[in-house]
């Protein structure tokens, strides 16, 4: 799939704002940690989604009511769904200067179609290096998901089913959606908001 930047200025994907606090003291320092044992940008990017992905538990999988949603209280309370974990991610490697974004993708709630959609969230990362956009998830594997980091092939938590009418959203936004931050900042029971209340589409 080609990828389509909302804004055609990298400089927008290092803006810090409510919810991507990176200038928080201890965002400041997981980065500096993950970037200090990395040899170059793409190995700390590496590391950085390796530790959101497994170090940031998923809210649903460890089954916690708490809602998480700026970057430094997700890093704090070390959970939160992919909302939340990609909001992380984002604040760990804009606070070392990589322009990251988000990228969106509707899948079924359940296996099937009857279940419901929601709107997944993910990341999308520049390397310099290698001057091009690279997606990452890092919604947290687990039987059936098997999320990589990889610069050839993309390995997504969730491949897309067509004939479930799954789809990838092209854009890689400079900001959250509204819509996924809202749902955050509206409920107060993550499990209720999980099996209720998410959004079907942007």
């Not at 969230?121 to 039987?143: F, M, Q």
Request: proline share 3%.
């Amino acid at each position: 799939m080609r990828l389509i930047c909302e804004s055609s200025s990298l400089d927008d994907y290092l803006e810090e704002t409510e919810e991507i606090d990176f200038s928080h003291s201890t965002i400041i320092d997981k980065a500096a940690e993950l970037n200090s044992h990395s040899l170059n940008e793409i190995k700390f990017v590496m590391s950085a989604f390796e530790f959101v992905r497994d170090n940031i538990s998923h809210s649903w999988d460890i089954q916690s009511s708490r809602i998480t949603c700026r970057a430094s209280d997700v890093l704090f309370f070390q959970e939160g769904i992919c909302y939340a974990k990609s909001n992380l991610l984002c604040a760990l490697l804009r606070s070392e200067g990589i322009p990251t974004g988000f990228c969106y993708q509707r899948l079924t709630l359940g296996d099937t179609p009857d279940t419901g959609y929601v709107i997944h969230a993910l990341n999308a990362v520049y390397l310099k290096s290698i001057g091009k956009w690279i997606r990452l998830d890092a919604r947290g594997n687990k039987a059936g998901v098997d999320a990589q980091f990889s610069l050839e092939e993309e390995k997504l938590a969730f491949p897309i089913r067509e004939l479930f009418d799954e789809m990838d959203y092209p854009v890689i936004y400079k900001t959250p959606s509204i819509k996924t931050t809202a749902v955050l900042r509206s409920h107060s029971d993550c499990m209720a908001m999980y099996l209720h209340g998410l959004p079907s589409e942007l």
